[in-house]
T-cell receptor, first 114, second 111 residues
Framework: DAGVTQSPTHLIKTRGQQVTLRCSPK?????VSWYQQALGQGPQFIFQ???????QRGNFPDRFSGHQFPNYSSELNVNALLLGDSALYLC?????????????FGSGTRLTVV | QKEVEQNSGPLSVPEGAIASLNCTYS??????FFWYRQYSGKSPELIMF????GDKEDGRFTAQLNKASQYVSLLIRDSQPSDSATYLC???????????FGSGTRLLVRP
């Protein structure tokens, strides 16, 4: 049973560029959430997708956008990259409308902006 | 601003001891609580889930929840060096199915 897969694992981008990160959820899960984790901090919620719609959003600027496809996979796009966007980006999948909705995380994408 | 407070640590315990990790949260609407373990350079891994007041045991792990005090804790019995990691507390917003994470407590188990 495949877990959550993310690609790429590492990425180096230049300030001002755009980046796309990809995520395939765990089999059977229908909801994808994206988090940003800076060094030494807990994961910060970016947004969540369900049925190809953004259900809710954290306190992140519009430079951060996403998409969910019919097969439940998802993309995170970040435009006009800033040095402060350097972080570990985590994708988490879950099954909505269940009592135990604990997220399963992918291994993450380490983004470095130079 | 909903907040989750955890002592950043490090909490250092000898091998075989009980490690006690604590978490307080501000959102009284939180009904479900999750504990994650995160090894350095790795992604978080779910280890416990609790939504009823009281204790829930799973192997060497016990989660304790007191909703009136807005407090949740994780006890690790017979701590092993392999338990050395950062432990993240995550209250859930049941209305939105969103997890809010604390900054985590770093646990060091000394051989």
């Amino acid at each position: 049973d495949a877990g959550v897969t993310q690609s790429p694992t590492h990425l180096i981008k230049t300030r001002g560029q755009q980046v796309t990160l990809r995520c395939s959820p765990k089999s059977g899960h229908d909801t994808v959430s994206w988090y940003q984790q800076a060094l030494g901090q807990g994961p910060q919620f970016i947004f969540q997708y369900y049925e190809e719609e953004e259900r809710q959003r954290g306190n992140f600027p519009d430079r951060f956008s996403g998409h969910q496809f019919p097969n439940y996979s998802s993309e995170l796009n970040v435009n006009a990259l800033l040095l402060g966007d350097s972080a570990l980006y985590l994708c988490a999948s879950s099954l909505l409308w269940t009592r135990d909705y604990g997220y399963t995380f992918g291994s993450g994408t380490r983004l470095t902006v130079v | 601003q909903k907040e989750v407070e955890q002592n950043s640590g490090p909490l250092s315990v000898p091998e075989g001891a009980i490690a006690s990790l604590n978490c307080t949260y501000s959102d009284r609407g939180s009904q479900s609580f999750f504990w994650y373990r995160q090894y350095s350079g790795k992604s978080p891994e779910l280890i416990m889930f609790i939504y009823s007041n009281g204790d829930k045991e799973d192997g060497r792990f016990t989660a304790q929840l007191n909703k009136a005090s807005q407090y949740v804790s994780l006890l690790i019995r017979d701590s092993q060096p392999s338990d050395s990691a950062t432990y993240l507390c995550a209250p859930g917003e049941d209305s939105s199915y969103k997890l809010i994470f604390g900054s985590g407590t770093r646990l060091l188990v000394r051989p």
